[in-house]
Nanobody, 126 residues
Framework: VQLQAYGGGLVQPGGSLRLSCAASGFTLDDYAIGWFRQAPGKEREGISCITSGDSVTHFTDSVKGRFTTSRDYAKNTVYLQMNSLKPEDTAVYYC????????????????????WGQGTLVTVSS
C-alpha cells in the first residue's frame, strides 16, 4: 500500500493549485481519503476528509469555500483543488487513506488514518 501526494509548488497569493494523491498496490474506491498539512513550526492539521463513495466530505474551517476534493476512480487518484490561496496555506501537504472509514466532522479525528503518503510542498508567496 503506497500513497503519493504530488503537485505542490510555488504559487502567488490568490492563485490556485491542484494536488493529487495517487495510490499503488490498492484501489482507493473503498477508502476514505484525508488531506493534511504541516506548516513550519506548527502541528499537522487535517484539512479535508472524504468517505468512500464520496457520500460525506468535511473541510476544516480555514479552507471552507476555497478548497474542494474529488476522486477520479479510473485513475485511482484523489485531488485537492485549492483556490484563493493565502500565504498561511504554505505547508507540506499529505494525503492519507483508511479503509471503510467514516469521516467525522472533527478534523482532529482524521489523523487516526493509518496509510500515509509522502508530502508535497506548497508555497504561497509573491
Amino acid at each position: 500500500v503506497q500513497l503519493q501526494a504530488y503537485g505542490g509548488g510555488l504559487v502567488q497569493p490568490g492563485g490556485s493549485l491542484r494536488l493529487s494523491c495517487a495510490a499503488s498496490g490498492f484501489t482507493l474506491d473503498d477508502y476514505a481519503i484525508g488531506w493534511f498539512r504541516q506548516a513550519p513550526g506548527k502541528e499537522r492539521e487535517g484539512i479535508s476528509c472524504i468517505t468512500s463513495g464520496d457520500s460525506v466530505t468535511h473541510f476544516t474551517d480555514s479552507v471552507k469555500g476555497r478548497f474542494t476534493t474529488s476522486r477520479d476512480y479510473a485513475k485511482n487518484t484523489v485531488y485537492l483543488q485549492m483556490n484563493s490561496l493565502k500565504p498561511e496555506d504554505t505547508a507540506v501537504y499529505y494525503c492519507a487513506a483508511e479503509w471503510s472509514y467514516y469521516c467525522s466532522a472533527r478534523p482532529q479525528d482524521w489523523s487516526s488514518m493509518t496509510n500515509w503518503g509522502q508530502g508535497t510542498l506548497v508555497t504561497v508567496s509573491s
